[in-house]
C-alpha cells in the first residue's frame, strides 16, 4: 500500500470511526453495532470500496427494492446485494481522493442505518450463529467468522500450508503442462492473425493457460514454475509467429504446413517475405504478448500470495 492510498485509507477509518489494517489493506471495526470491512474488490481500483457485513434478520434477505432504497440513501453507493448471510455495499469510484473519506463516511452512515431499521443482526458467514463476530483475513478474503469457525480455519490453513511446503513441484511435468497450455496462445495469434489483428489478448490467453498448465501438471506454482512458463510463452510466440507466416506461404506456393514452416528462414534470405514486415511483426506481437502477459503474471503471483494469508484484522498475526 503506497503512501497515497494509506493516507486515504487512515482519513477513512478516521471520518468513519473504524481503524485500518495495513497488512490486510482494509478499512474495519464496529460502527453501531454493526461489524464492517470496507476493502477494494479490485486492487487496481482502490478508491473504489465494497463495504462487507455478515448479517442475518427475521424477516428474510435484502429485497431488490431495498437494495434500491439503500443505494439511494447515499450517492457514493452503486449497488447493494445479498449473497447468503453476506451484504455488500459497492462504492462508485472516488475520483477526488479529497473528498473520498466524506464519501464513504456517508456511505458507511448510510449502511448502518438502513441494518438498524430493517433490524438485521450479526452473524458468522460460515455457520450463522448469530453475535460477536472476528472481523479476519481468510485466504486473502475479508470476512467475519466466529471465534470457533475462525479457529478451526486457522488450524486447517496451518496443516494445509505445512502439507504444501512438504510437496514438491514436478518441473518436467510442470514444463509440460505449460507447453500444453500456451499452444492455445499459439491459436489465439494464428486466429487473430487471420483476422487482421495483433492484440494484447493472445498474450493474456498464453499466460493464464501456461501458467495453470503448470500448475495442473507440476503441482502447484512456484516463482521456478513462472519462469518457465514465462520462457514456454517467449519461445511459442515466436514459434506460433512462424507458423503464422508458413500459413501464407502455403496458399501462395502451394507447399504444405511444415515444409512452408521449415522454408522460413530461407523465404527470409531470399527476399521471399520481406524482413521488415516480418521482424517488426515479430517485435509487435512481443510487444502485445508482453503487455498482456505481465499483468497477469503478476495477477497470478499477488493471488498465490493472497490464498496463503489468513489473520485476524489488527493481530499483526498472519498465517501463511
Not at 492473425?193 to 495442473?216: D, F, N, P, Q, T
Not at 503487455?291 to 499477488?302: F, I, S
Request: proline share 3%.
Amino acid at each position: 500500500m503506497n503512501n497515497r492510498i494509506r493516507q486515504s485509507y487512515e482519513g477513512a477509518a478516521a471520518a468513519t470511526g473504524l481503524q485500518l489494517d495495513e497488512a490486510g489493506g482494509v478499512v474495519y471495526g464496529n460502527r453501531g453495532g454493526y461489524e464492517m470491512i470496507l476493502y477494494p474488490a479490485n486492487a487496481n481500483y482502490p478508491y473504489m470500496l465494497t463495504i462487507e457485513v455478515s448479517v442475518q434478520r427475521q424477516a428474510g434477505p435484502l429485497t431488490k427494492d431495498e437494495a434500491k432504497s439503500l443505494r439511494r440513501a447515499a450517492k457514493p453507493i452503486a449497488r447493494a446485494a445479498q449473497n447468503g448471510r453476506v451484504v455488500r455495499v459497492q462504492l462508485k469510484n472516488q475520483a477526488n481522493p479529497r473528498k473520498f473519506a466524506e464519501n464513504v463516511a456517508a456511505a458507511v452512515t448510510a449502511l448502518e442505518t438502513f441494518l438498524h431499521e430493517q433490524g438485521f443482526f450479526n452473524v458468522c458467514r460460515a455457520c450463522g450463529k448469530p453475535g460477536p463476530a472476528v472481523s479476519c483475513i481468510v485466504s486473502g478474503a475479508p470476512m467475519h467468522l466466529c471465534e470457533d469457525c475462525y479457529r478451526q480455519i486457522e488450524q486447517n490453513k496451518t496443516l494445509e500450508q505445512a502439507h504444501k511446503e512438504q510437496k514438491k513441484d514436478n518441473v518436467a511435468a510442470g514444463a509440460v503442462g505449460a507447453f500444453a497450455g500456451s499452444l492455445a496462445g499459439v491459436v489465439c495469434i494464428i486466429l487473430l492473425s487471420r483476422l487482421g489483428y495483433v492484440a494484447a489478448l493472445s498474450g493474456v490467453i498464453m499466460a493464464v493457460c501456461a501458467l495453470k498448465g503448470y500448475e495442473l501438471l507440476g503441482g502447484k506454482l512456484t516463482k521456478k514454475g513462472i519462469v518457465i512458463s514465462i520462457a514456454v510463452m517467449v519461445v511459442m510466440t515466436y514459434l506460433g509467429d512462424r507458423a503464422d507466416w508458413a500459413i501464407v506461404a502455403m496458399s501462395s506456393l502451394g507447399l504444405d504446413f511444415f515444409n512452408a514452416f521449415r522454408l522460413i528462414p530461407d523465404f527470409l534470405s531470399e527476399g521471399m517475405i520481406d524482413a521488415g514486415s516480418y521482424w517488426g511483426n515479430l517485435a509487435l506481437l512481443y510487444v502485445f504478448v508482453l503487455l498482456g502477459a505481465v499483468p497477469t503474471v503478476m495477477n497470478a503471483v499477488r493471488a498465490k500470495r493472497a490464498e496463503n494469508l489468513t489473520f485476524r484484522l489488527g493481530s499483526g498475526a498472519v498465517t501463511r
